[in-house]
Nanobody, 118 residues
Framework: VQLQASGGGLVRAGGSLRLSCAASESIFSANLMGWYCQAPGKQRELVASITSDGSTNYADSVKGRFTISRDNAKNSVYLQMNSLKPEDTAVYYC?????????????WGQGTQVTVSS
């Protein structure tokens, strides 16, 4: 499974970006799709995730500003980022978790840079 993330860029504080993650295989059965971010010198951390039945989970820092969604027909997951802040600056990675053969399979995209200027 390959994940291709796109949509990052440079935006001013208060602006918006929409990240996209296209999977090489159907995401219909994917147990979990998510977005993580990693700022310089920091560990990678969860931003948002969405389960196969559409349940979502968000980091406290992005609640009310970011929205994760999935389009099974397009094998894609999206992250709508509104009211961006300089502290949102990071590389954002798409993530997929499948459960089969009695174990978890974890896949990562290549990352897309988001830079928010003050």
């Amino acid at each position: 499974v390959q994940l291709q993330a796109s949509g990052g860029g440079l935006v001013r504080a208060g602006g918006s970006l929409r990240l996209s993650c296209a999977a090489s295989e159907s995401i219909f059965s994917a147990n979990l799709m998510g977005w993580y971010c990693q700022a310089p010198g920091k560990q990678r951390e969860l931003v948002a995730s969405i389960t196969s039945d559409g349940s979502t989970n968000y980091a406290d820092s992005v609640k009310g500003r970011f929205t994760i969604s999935r389009d099974n027909a397009k094998n894609s997951v999206y992250l709508q980022m509104n009211s961006l802040k300089p502290e949102d600056t990071a590389v954002y990675y798409c993530n997929r978790v499948d459960y089969s053969d009695s174990r978890f399979h974890i896949y990562w995209g290549q990352g897309t840079q988001v830079t928010v200027s003050s």
